[in-house]
């Protein structure tokens, strides 16, 4: 069993950056595939980022790549969200997820999520 908070949401204009944190509880943390979904008003859950257990593999959706970082500390058992040159379309609820396969892409393919936590970003 794995559960997992985020922290780190908020408000902020276009442009600037936020850091999102997810700590995990369980020993097996360092064992899981972490990723990063968001949802907004309307839409369904969507792929953000994803991180394997090393932290040596990473995967990005499209609409990300190039602002977003995803990173781990096993450590800590905590994953990082680095989100920076936000628009207005990254409004939403950010959720961090853990999947006990290699890493992926695909929402089903998680097993366990955190509440989510809210990020506005206004034009």
């Not at 944190?21 to 990063?36: K, P, Q």
């Not at 859950?45 to 970082?69: C, L, P």
């Amino acid at each position: 069993q794995v559960q997992l908070v985020e922290s780190g949401g908020g408000w902020v204009q276009a442009g600037g950056s936020l850091r999102l944190s997810c700590a995990a509880s369980g020993r097996t943390f360092s064992r899981y595939t972490m990723g990063w979904f968001r949802q907004a008003p309307g839409k369904e859950r969507e792929f953000v980022a994803a991180i394997s257990w090393t932290g040596g593999i990473t995967h990005y959706a499209d609409s990300v790549k190039g602002r977003f970082t995803i990173s781990r500390d096993n450590a800590k058992n905590t994953i990082y969200l680095q989100m920076n040159n936000l628009k207005p379309e990254d409004t939403a609820v950010y959720y961090c997820a853990a999947a006990s396969r290699a890493v992926t892409m695909n929402r089903s393919e998680y097993d366990y999520w955190g509440q989510g936590t809210q990020v506005t970003v206004s034009s």
